[in-house]
């Protein structure tokens, strides 16, 4: 579960990390259901993440389908400050060796500027 650590981020960088979450859990109708919409929320609220939290409209299966956004989920996607792609994460990675330093990085880069 990626929520712990979007929290992780969201803390540690209040100011200059904007953290949203990606759900693209559905029913067996292929919709979000209300029911699971509140899932998600009680979900989020139990963990105290202040996040912006968006449920996919589009099933998991059909996400994976389109490559050239992600290959597999867990994902973490880290943009600049001016919405540019700068490194996209998904299967097998860390956030404390992968997507932190990134983050430290291109924060301390803006900064210098």
């Known amino acids: 579960m990626d929520l712990p650590h979007l929290l992780q981020l969201q803390k540690k960088y209040p100011l200059t990390v904007k953290a949203i979450s990606l759900n693209v859990d559905h029913d ?40 050239d956004i992600i290959h597999g989920l867990p994902a973490a996607l880290v943009f600049s400050t001016d919405g540019k792609l700068l490194k996209k994460f998904d299967g097998g990675f860390s956030y404390e060796e992968d997507v932190v330093p990134l983050i430290e990085k291109t924060l301390k880069e803006s900064t210098a500027d």
């Open 28 to 67: 067996e109708d292929g919709e979000p259901s209300e029911e699971l919409q509140q899932k998600v929320f009680d979900k989020l609220t139990e963990l105290n993440l202040n996040v912006t939290n968006i449920l996919s409209s589009t099933v998991y299966d059909a996400v994976l389908d389109q490559r």
